[in-house]
């Protein structure tokens, strides 16, 4: 059996990486066919330097999406393509892991950190991004709220905001005019924002709707402001109370150790002679 463990693992290596060659030369021969009917432009030498290992990334995320494909068609699962890479990867290190002779138990709890990794990496990501963007929706409203009161229309007022605020309501709003420009209706270019977060919403509907039907928009910009900061302020209260929940961490693998060691092992290493019989 131990002599078989190196065999296993050289042939799943060379069967991934035939598997790997035969999908990037598939991937190459197909871009060269649409290269020549004219759907692609033609790479230059940075394009060809950098297509190899973007195309075995490419292939390995296949791989990995097939063999989920076939583990969620086994357990019954609905179709979700980012949720087939996931257990394709965490399919593939409990193979790996099983041939190299892990333990099931281990095997199990290696598939499942690979698995769950990514789910919470992107919870924390798609936090972080909402928070941010409540956090700078109340700037943003302000500055287009003093736009339009100097008298500014919606686009121009945009245009000002974009042109004076970093960040990611003014990157999207960025896009926004560059549709614009392209000849979208601003209304409509409006309507298709998708920050993730509900936010910056109702000041998306109150633009649309002075944009669109005329509505007054001061008024509007005054209570999206005010909603906007209170949002802000409850959210970074919420964040005020986490912060002794993250503080037990360190206070009890950090400080009460340490307040151990200085504190109480001397007063017992002094005390040891006189209990010595």
């Known amino acids: 059996m131990t002599a078989a463990v190196p065999l296993l693992v050289l042939g799943a290596g060379t069967a991934l990486a035939a598997v790997t060659a035969i999908t990037v030369g598939q991937r190459r021969a197909a871009v060269r066919r649409r290269v020549r009917a004219g759907d692609l432009a033609r790479p230059g030498p940075l394009g060809r330097r950098s297509t190899p290992l973007a195309a075995t990334v490419a292939a390995s995320h296949e791989l990995a999406?097939?063999?989920?494909?076939?583990?969620?068609?086994?357990?019954?699962?609905?179709?979700?393509?980012?949720?087939d890479l996931r257990l394709g990867r965490a399919a593939a290190v409990a193979?790996?892991?099983?041939?190299c002779g892990v333990g099931a138990p281990l095997t199990l709890v290696l598939g499942f950190v690979v698995w769950a990794a990514p789910l919470a990496v992107g919870t924390r990501r798609r936090s972080r991004h909402r928070a941010a963007i409540a956090d700078e929706t109340p700037e943003v409203v302000d500055l287009i709220r003093l736009g339009i009161g100097s008298g500014l229309n919606v686009r121009?007022?945009?245009?000002?905001?974009v042109r004076h605020h970093d960040g990611l309501v003014a990157a999207e709003l960025r896009e926004v005019l560059a549709h614009v420009d392209r000849g979208a209706r601003l209304a409509d270019a409006l309507d298709a924002v998708d920050l993730g977060s509900d936010a910056v919403r109702p000041l998306v509907d109150a633009l649309v709707a002075s944009e669109r039907y005329g509505a007054p928009l001061a008024s509007a910009l005054d209570r999206v402001a005010a909603d906007a900061r209170t949002a802000r302020?409850?959210?970074?209260?919420?964040?005020?109370?986490?912060?002794?929940?993250?503080?037990?961490?360190?206070?009890?693998?950090?400080?009460?150790?340490?307040?151990v060691l200085l504190t109480v092992v001397p007063v017992l290493l002094r005390s040891l002679p006189s209990l010595a019989p």
């Not at 121009?156 to 905001?161: E, F, M, Y």
């Open 233 to 259: 302020r409850r959210q970074r209260e919420a964040a005020a109370r986490r912060v002794p929940v993250k503080l037990l961490f360190p206070l009890v693998f950090c400080t009460l150790p340490a307040f």
């Open 156 to 161: 121009l007022a945009l245009d000002a905001v």
């Open 65 to 83: 999406s097939g063999l989920g494909r076939v583990v969620r068609r086994v357990v019954g699962r609905p179709p979700d393509a980012s949720a």
């Open 95 to 99: 193979l790996a892991a099983l041939a």
